[in-house]
């Protein structure tokens, strides 16, 4: 059972456009919600976390905006570059079961140059 | 800068073989991971560990085992490979004391078996 559904699976943005990616989560025991960024041949790195107890964290043109209610989070790329081409997840991290991070399945964001 | 490196990039093994997949961390991190990274599925859990000669089942462990002798070194054991282990392999640490999201990871073992 996917406890982090991400969509989209791709996504084509021009440069300058924002990017948006969503992820939705069911189970209640998540107590953080980061991002990874990963580049082709590389392992994934963290880009941004978020708590719930926070509507939205920034960070550079990063932003996250959590709605706890609909248990929703998504990752907004404002002013796209095309080096912000890459594979992005989000993850939760379960805070009752050995604070282990569940992954989304992923977004391949290309952006136009 | 934190440092995860993995035993071999690329890596072809036959059915059957055992297989070792090495993860070495140079900042004396307390928790190391191994996931599994395929298209369409994400990253999921194989095994972890906290300590050294601990080791806790992930999501997926069924035909793996693992190895931690040393504080700085992870292995990941494919006791007899099959093709549907074919994936790129990712090892990954953190320290005690932060949040555990904030995992480093190596670049990745990628594993075709034949």
């Known amino acids: 059972q996917q406890q982090v559904k991400q969509s989209p699976q791709s996504l084509i943005v021009q440069k300058g456009g924002i990017s948006i990616i969503n992820c939705a989560y069911e189970?209640?025991?998540?107590?953080?919600f980061p991002w990874y960024q990963q580049f082709p041949g590389k392992g994934p790195a963290l880009l941004i976390a978020i708590r719930p107890d926070v509507s939205e964290k920034k960070e550079g043109r990063f932003t996250i905006s959590f709605n706890k209610s609909a248990k929703q989070f998504s990752l907004h790329i404002m002013d796209s570059q095309p080096g912000d081409s890459a594979t992005y997840f989000c993850?939760?991290?379960?805070?009752?079961?050995?604070?282990?991070?569940?992954f989304g399945k992923g977004t391949r964001l290309h952006i136009l140059p | 800068d934190v440092k995860v490196t993995q035993s071999s990039r690329y890596l072809v093994k036959r059915t059957g073989e055992k297989v070792f997949l090495e993860c070495v961390q140079d900042?004396?991190?307390?928790?190391m991971f191994w996931y599994r990274q395929d298209p369409g599925l994400g990253l999921r859990l194989i095994y972890f560990s906290y300590d050294v000669k601990m080791k806790e089942k992930g999501d997926i462990p069924e035909g793996y085992s693992v190895s931690r002798e040393k504080k700085e070194r992870f292995s990941l054991i494919l006791e007899s490979a099959s093709t549907n282990q074919t994936s790129m392999y990712l090892c990954a640490s953190s320290r005690v004391g932060v949040p555990s999201y904030e995992q480093y990871f190596g670049p990745g073992t990628r594993l075709t078996v034949t």
């Open positions: 189970n209640t025991a998540f107590d953080y």
């Open positions: 900042m004396d991190h307390e928790n």
């Open positions: 993850a939760a991290r379960n805070g009752n079961r050995d604070d282990k991070i569940i």
